[in-house]
């Protein structure tokens, strides 16, 4: 059983950058690849960013390409989500999940205009 905690949410500014992080444990977790997603008001959980086990590789969805990173430490089982130049439409529950098979319980990210 994986357990996936987020952390770094918070009220910031229009502009502004918060660094998110998910810690995992009670699995292998250099062998796995990981992924954020968000999810506004309403019932869609949107994919924001993956990352492959080791790091190799990252995806992005378009909306945040640019602004936002991706990275992970295996040594600390944790993997972090850098958002920069964040927008109103960017507040959200931001969920770390291995596999869309294990899920954090998310950590509230608002952004003022």
């Known amino acids: 059983q994986v357990q996936l905690v987020e952390s770094g949410g918070g009220l910031v500014q229009a502009g502004g950058s918060l660094r998110l992080s998910c810690a995992a444990s009670?699995?292998?977790?250099?062998?796995?690849?990981m992924a954020w997603f968000r999810q506004a008001p309403g019932p869609d959980r949107d994919f924001v960013a993956a990352?492959?086990?080791?790091?190799?590789?990252?995806y992005y969805a378009d909306s945040v390409k640019g602004r936002f990173s991706i990275s992970r430490d295996n040594a600390r089982n944790t993997v972090y989500l850098q958002m920069n130049n964040l927008k109103p439409e960017d507040t959200a529950v931001y969920y770390c999940?291995?596999?869309?098979?294990?899920w954090g319980k998310g950590t509230l990210v608002t952004v003022s205009s």
């Open positions: 990352i492959t086990w080791n790091g190799g590789n990252t």
């Open positions: 999940t291995v596999g869309m098979t294990y």
């Open positions: 009670g699995g292998t977790f250099s062998t796995y690849d």
